[in-house]
């Protein structure tokens, strides 16, 4: 029996218009009035970016943001974003992320930097442009990301379109001891702890609900969400993930524009009921 969904953002159920399809919405409130089954988010985006998401879909159980590295508490409304309470929290340790930085400038990279839920970025380009409009986070240009390191920031992300292999490569050899290196898109190179995961974030509440990573249901499209794919009873891939992600998965549904992961659900909660509206594909933007 699956008592909780664990569903990635971007790429599973938000489509490259920052759209959920209607047939989605109506799939994720169904399963929670009809079956109980718990749904949360687990993705890598900004908490500010993430709680849209969770409002429109009418989810109150706790969200999961900057990759594993903090759970908020959503279950009130409240008028402040970051008012809502932190439930965990592993920041990057401050010497290695000045490290990195060092690394960064060096190299001249460009890099985000997330410190206290703010966005703080290198320069402000196409890349952070195109960043901003799928985060909904307007990022604050930083030409010296020391400079705004105030606090151990939740997440660095090196953005790079031709050097994203060597560089993975280089951090994983300096500091794999220190940080959990992956790639979130084929150009995003995201940087958390060494002990940060979805799936570690994840267990970190069933544990708190007594519910066994056998009945986990976890739906995701990229390699960062090969953690929690691999480690619930029922990992699914999405039909426009890579390969790599597709052979780490049990199953692999159809894609996000086709309502993939609500597919997913319907097979294994349901049992191959139908979808309320099968050939909708009406959507929904959450307001970001």
């Keep these: 029996m699956i008592k909780l969904v664990a569903l990635d953002l971007d790429g599973t159920i ?47 159980d706790p969200v999961i943001s900057y990759q594993g590295a903090m759970i908020r508490d959503v279950s009130a409304q409240l008028e402040n974003v970051l008012d809502h309470p932190i439930l965990f929290h592993q920041a990057i340790d401050p010497d290695v992320s000045r490290r990195i930085i060092d690394f960064i400038q060096e190299h001249k990279l460009h890099a985000n930097l997330y410190v206290n839920d703010n966005l703080f970025t290198t320069m402000l380009n196409p890349h ?12 604050q240009e930083a030409l010296d990301l ?9 997440k660095m992300m090196i953005i790079d379109d031709h050097r994203c292999d060597e560089i993975v490569e280089a951090l994983n050899r300096d500091y794999s001891l220190h940080i959990s290196v992956c790639k979130s898109r084929y150009n995003f190179i995201e940087i958390v702890h060494s002990s940060v995961s979805k799936w570690q974030a994840i267990s970190n509440l069933i544990d708190q609900w007594d519910i066994r990573p056998e009945e ?18 029922v990992g699914v891939a999405m039909g426009n993930a890579p390969e790599h992600v597709k052979a780490m998965a049990n199953y692999v549904t159809d894609s996000v524009d086709n309502d993939g992961a609500a597919r997913a659900i319907e097979k294994f909660v349901y049992g191959h009921l139908p979808l309320e509206d099968p050939d909708s594909h009406e959507s929904h933007r959450a307001g970001v």
């Design 128 to 139: 952070s442009i195109y960043y901003k409009n799928i985060s909904g986070v307007v990022p």
């Design 14 to 60: 938000v489509n490259e218009r920052l759209e959920i399809s209607e047939a989605t919405i109506a799939m994720l409130q169904r399963v929670q009035r009809e079956k109980g089954v718990k749904v949360i988010i687990a993705t890598g985006r900004m908490f500010p970016s993430t709680l849209p998401f969770a409002r429109t879909m009418g989810l109150l």
């Design 216 to 233: 986990v249901m976890a739906i995701g499209d990229q390699e960062n969400d090969l953690p929690m794919i691999t480690g619930a009873g």
């Design 146 to 154: 020391h400079a705004v390191h105030t606090a151990p920031p939740s």
